[in-house]
């Protein structure tokens, strides 16, 4: 069974080895550079999870989750992010938009596919 996980960061290194990491583990994997381009995914796909990065060019993680938590079909997928940032104003940002974890970057690949199981139900 294919869980599909769309994964947001503008760097393509990161965003490869997020996307790697979860692949190797049996999630399927759509990728997205900016949360402009992540909300126009998720309007042709239904993801189990997001895993995004908080800055972003265009629109940056928390106005993502704003935006993609604005659609009703959309509220029960979780949003966790993964970031550089560890200020805890952002953090209360992201939790007030709908996210219901943060992790800093860099990551353990481990405890990324720990907590993409837990959210997913894996």
């Not at 998720?42 to 990065?53: G, P």
């Amino acid at each position: 069974m294919m869980r599909p996980i769309l994964v947001v960061d503008d760097s393509p290194s990161v965003r490869n080895m997020i996307a790697s990491t979860l692949k190797t583990a049996g999630y399927a994997v759509e990728t997205a550079q900016d949360g402009q381009e992540a909300l126009e995914a998720t309007r042709r796909t239904s993801f189990r999870a997001v895993i995004t990065d908080q800055n972003m060019p265009r629109l940056d993680g928390v106005s993502f989750c704003e935006a993609f938590r604005s659609r009703p079909e959309n509220r029960g997928i979780p949003v966790v992010f993964l970031s550089t940032e560890s200020e805890d104003s952002i953090k209360q940002r992201a939790r007030a938009a709908g996210a219901i974890g943060w992790m800093t970057k860099p990551f353990d690949q481990a405890q990324l596919l720990s907590v993409v199981g837990k959210v997913v139900g894996a």
